[in-house]
């Protein structure tokens, strides 16, 4: 069962050390093909990736970045027909047989098109390794002021004793695994910057027949607090030939919420598997509101 593994990486040291983890601990690394968007100003040594024939990069000047949607939709336009895709940003570690055991969780779900999505506990580079963390669920932690829910987790209710995945109503932009047809059929919105990319990608893989899930299980870890490091919004104040992300930010957010409180079927829009409203439902969401019921907040 072949895997594309989709790894977006802006001006990050821990790109070499994420692919080369995600290599060794597979159980399959040969079915594995990774396609990284490397975002870089020359300042990067990848060597120890590049000659190899599972992992291409594509190679961009930094400065011409448009954010991490433009660069996980860049990586999506070379998916060729892999049986799974997985989305993991360039900062992550990965838990041994992660291939396998992924594999296996989605075919527990019971379902044709499952996917399987959190925020991994926490690594730091500069510390020892220890692989400790605990499996979540996403939820809804408060509306932004113009009405974009913003996401974060809670520990899985007796997860050490379950054996198959949660349902959740949310999925997380740096772990995301999926049959492959994810790729064809939700394509990311390139015009998208950071806010909106996880409720828009939620419902619009809903609405195309996905069944959301998340695992029970800790398959990888995520370097979160990444102080004074490279970010694409530090580098990019409309100088030096850069784009300005306060106005890339500012349309891809109202893009975001037109998407949501006046759905489409569309490419780029909703799927035509289920209604819009079916998913805000499910998710307990208002778009046009702003609101979420209770069971998914962080008030319960």
Not at 159 to 188: N, Q
Not at 227 to 253: I, V
């Amino acid at each position: 069962m072949t895997v594309f593994v989709s790894v977006a990486a802006y001006r990050d040291s821990e790109l070499v050390p994420t692919v080369l983890d995600c290599l060794a601990k597979a159980r399959r690394p040969g079915e594995l093909r990774i396609v990284v968007c490397w975002q870089h100003l020359g300042d990067e040594d990848t060597s120890a990736i590049a000659a190899d024939p599972r992992v291409r990069l594509l190679d961009v000047d930094a400065r011409r970045s448009r954010g991490a949607c433009w660069a996980r939709a860049e990586i999506m336009r070379e998916y060729a027909g892999e049986d799974w895709f997985l989305q993991v940003d360039s900062h992550t570690r990965f838990a041994a047989d992660w291939d396998a055991q992924l594999i296996d969780m989605a075919g527990r779900t019971g379902v044709e098109k499952p996917i399987l999505s959190c925020y991994p506990p926490a690594y730091d580079p500069a510390t020892e390794f220890t692989g400790e963390g605990e499996p979540t669920e996403l939820l809804v932690e408060r509306h932004s002021d113009d009405g974009l829910p913003v996401f974060g987790q809670r520990a899985i209710a007796d997860w050490a004793t379950r054996t198959r995945p949660v349902p959740a109503r949310f999925v997380a932009g740096g772990f995301l695994f999926a049959p492959g047809s994810f790729a064809r059929e939700v394509p990311y919105d390139p015009n998208l910057y950071f806010h909106g990319e996880e409720i828009t990608v939620s419902a619009r893989a809903y609405t195309w027949g996905y069944d959301l899930f998340h695992p029970v299980r800790v398959l990888s870890w995520h370097f979160y607090v990444r102080q004074e490091r490279p970010r694409h919004w530090t580098d990019h104040s409309g100088g030096s030939g850069a784009q300005n992300w306060p106005s890339l930010d500012r349309a891809s957010r109202r893009r975001a919420l037109t998407m949501l409180r006046y759905p489409s079927v569309g490419r780029l829009a909703m799927g035509p598997v289920r209604p819009a409203a079916a998913y805000e439902r499910y998710a307990g969401l208002d778009f046009r509101r702003g609101t979420a019921t209770p069971e998914w907040t962080a008030d319960r």
